[in-house]
């Protein structure tokens, strides 16, 4: 029997049965719509031979689009109905046992997946996307690549080269674990209920080896972060509290890692962040 997707009619019946009403305190926004949730597992590239990992499944559309692919699908889920819901769901859409495991847990808070999963493919709840993003970047190497769903202006901000004008410490961030790209744009209306922003696909490839050690990545994400929160001024008066207490101090460290002095946090790529915190 192959796997059926849910319908618009079928996903609020579900959402009615559970007496579940969308909230935006979790960020749901249900995808409707079909041909949305298979256009984003086709461009997550998705095969029968992948374990993927999806967050925030809801009500199940786009997992059981994942699983119409052949790919067992581990979700991770924040609201117990939702969570209860889901493996009925699947078995009534003609997905086999086995392929669903569902985990009910805050994505921000989990530390173990089983079937070391491969691909994250997720319609990521707005409010805590990047927050989510980053966490499972770091505590799960096996992610080798993936597609989510996110707001446009998050996005943006995550596939920003240095030098844009989105560009922050979100990008900085994503840009240590591999590169990040803008895989396509979503219309409001495949949502129930309709968000007032837009959204965005975006893709990522993490990069063949690690960039540094644990101790270097949380040295680097602290001089991010210092460069961002004053990113009007130059890195020697940003930086001079994380390196060494004063713009004397940080400028040395500066030159030391062949960074401009008088430069800004925006002009400044993950490979310039990364020499700073070694120097």
């Avoid at 749901?28 to 984003?40: E, H, L």
């Avoid at 707005?126 to 989510?132: A, R």
């Avoid at 920003?160 to 979100?170: D, E």
């Avoid at 972060?225 to 004053?230: E, L, P, S, T």
């Amino acid at each position: 029997m192959p796997v059926t997707l849910l319908g618009a009619a079928e996903i609020r019946a579900l959402a009615a049965d559970l007496d579940v009403t969308p909230t935006k305190k979790l960020g749901q926004n249900f995808v409707v719509d079909a041909n949305t949730v298979r256009k984003i597992v086709a461009a997550a590239r998705v095969t029968a031979a992948d374990r993927v990992v999806e967050v925030g499944p809801g009500l199940g559309s786009l997992t059981l689009a994942i699983l119409e692919s052949g790919a067992p699908v581990t979700a991770v889920e924040i609201d117990h109905r939702l969570a209860e819901r889901l493996p009925a769901t699947a078995a009534a859409h003609g997905v086999p046992d086995g392929a669903l495991t569902v985990v009910a847990q805050d994505a921000l808070r989990v530390s173990e997946l089983p079937g070391d999963p491969d691909v994250l493919v997720a319609n990521l709840p707005y409010n805590v996307s990047v927050p989510v993003l980053l966490h499972f970047m770091e505590h799960f190497p096996t992610i080798q690549r993936g597609v989510v769903m996110v707001q446009a202006e998050v996005g943006e901000r995550l596939a920003a080269p240095s030098g844009s004008k989105v560009y922050g410490a979100p990008s900085v961030k994503a840009a240590w674990y591999g590169t990040w790209r803008l895989a396509g744009t979503v219309s409001r209306q495949v949502f129930w209920p309709v968000p007032n922003v837009d959204s965005v696909l975006v893709g990522f490839e993490r990069d063949a080896e690690p960039r540094g050690t644990e101790e270097e990545r949380l040295r680097t994400f602290a001089i991010v972060d210092a460069a961002f929160q004053q990113r009007r001024k130059m890195l020697r008066q940003a930086l001079s509290n994380v390196l060494g207490g004063s713009s004397a101090a940080a400028s040395e460290v500066l030159e030391r890692a062949g960074v401009a002095a008088t430069a800004r946090g925006e002009e400044l790529t993950i490979e310039d962040f990364v020499r700073i915190a070694r120097a």
